[in-house]
């Protein structure tokens, strides 16, 4: 069955770097796209960047756009956020998700991993 598992997440300074990595079971990125969200508590879950099937990505959140790069490894069915220039705003429970794209449609979440922007 599907398991996501975040990790990567810390303590960073601000205009600092961080990786955060999504290692998937049970997922063939043929026929999940994937993505990464972030939540901060008592506000909505934001989607900040997916990956199609083909590989092709998308970034959603203007906050983020040419800070964040999505990608993925094939190879180890692993999903990665690079963050750069991060800022307090970043700061959020960032999450990992599988949609799949065939028959109804379906999205499984990971446990989230803890980003704090902060000096």
């Known amino acids: 069955q599907v398991q996501l598992v975040e990790s990567g997440g810390g303590v960073v300074q601000p205009g600092g770097s961080l990786r955060l990595s999504c290692a998937a079971s049970?997922?063939?990125?043929?026929?999940?796209?994937m993505s990464w969200h972030r939540q901060v508590p008592g506000k909505e879950r934001e989607l900040v960047a997916a990956?199609?099937?083909?590989?092709?990505?998308?970034n959603y959140a203007d906050s983020v756009k040419g800070r964040f790069a999505i990608s993925r490894d094939k190879a180890k069915n692993t999903i990665y956020l690079k963050m750069n220039s991060l800022n307090p705003d970043d700061t959020a429970v960032y999450y990992c998700?599988?949609?799949?794209?065939?028959?109804?449609?379906?999205?499984?979440w990971g446990q989230g991993t803890q980003v704090t922007v902060s000096s």
């Open positions: 990956l199609t099937t083909t590989g092709l990505e998308l």
């Open positions: 998700k599988a949609n799949t794209t065939r028959g109804r449609a379906k999205g499984y």
């Open positions: 049970g997922v063939s990125f043929s026929t999940f796209a």
